[in-house]
């Protein structure tokens, strides 16, 4: 990571401008978050800094700056609401083994009851290499894309957040994982990199 990342997050002017940007509350949110996490989040979901342009900040490739915002965004996300932490995870799990099930047997139909209208889902491009389209966009796309596949797909907990993944030979080789919104799927995110899968804590559920 550049030197003047920490610097940067952490320079008393830049955080009077940022919070006059976003409110003291979310500050308060973001405090929790790690200065990497923090750039990401704030670089793109606030003021739409493009992936590869967060990755040359960041020092990391793009696939793993989205992956850091999308952290990010979970983590944020879980604050809301009166749920605890617990029963965040087991909601978002629900909804997210229902839409591997609806994959799995090809449910179409169900499938958009669990996706937003304007869903998208994303790949990095070690998985459009894997033949997955690097952008899809629309609730009808996404099912399409999902219908009657993940047959060897299982669910697991990603960076703590339920997700799907596909291991290989003992190695996982592609991870999903999904953004929730008011129960209902608003991004996919699909990664193949191995360099961004080591940073991911990974632990497959039953």
Do not use: C, Y
Request: proline share 6%; net charge negative.
């Amino acid at each position: 990571m550049p030197e003047n990342v920490t610097d940067d997050v952490a320079d008393p002017e830049h955080e009077a401008v940022l919070a006059d940007a976003i409110g003291p509350a979310l500050m308060l949110v973001l405090d929790t978050l790690g200065p990497s996490e923090r750039l990401a989040f704030v670089l793109h979901d606030m003021f739409a800094v493009s992936f590869p342009e967060i990755a040359e900040i960041v020092g990391t490739s793009p696939a793993a700056a989205r992956q850091l915002a999308s952290r990010a965004r979970r983590k944020v996300q879980g604050t809301g609401g009166d749920a605890t932490g617990d029963e965040d995870v087991a909601r978002r799990r629900t909804i997210v083994d229902a839409f591997l099930a609806a994959s799995r047997g090809g449910d179409f139909a169900r499938l958009l009851t669990l996706l937003d209208p304007d869903v998208v889902m994303r790949a990095d491009a070690a998985g459009v290499k894997f033949g997955a389209e690097a952008l899809v966009r629309g609730a009808d796309a996404v099912a399409t894309t999902f219908s009657g596949r993940a047959q060897a797909a299982r669910p697991a907990l990603i960076d703590g957040a339920p997700g799907v993944l596909w291991s290989s030979g003992g190695r996982p080789r592609v991870v999903f994982t999904f953004t929730i919104e008011d129960g209902r799927i608003t991004a996919i995110d699909l990664l193949a990199d191995p360099e961004t899968l080591t940073t991911l804590t990974l632990q497959p559920l039953d």
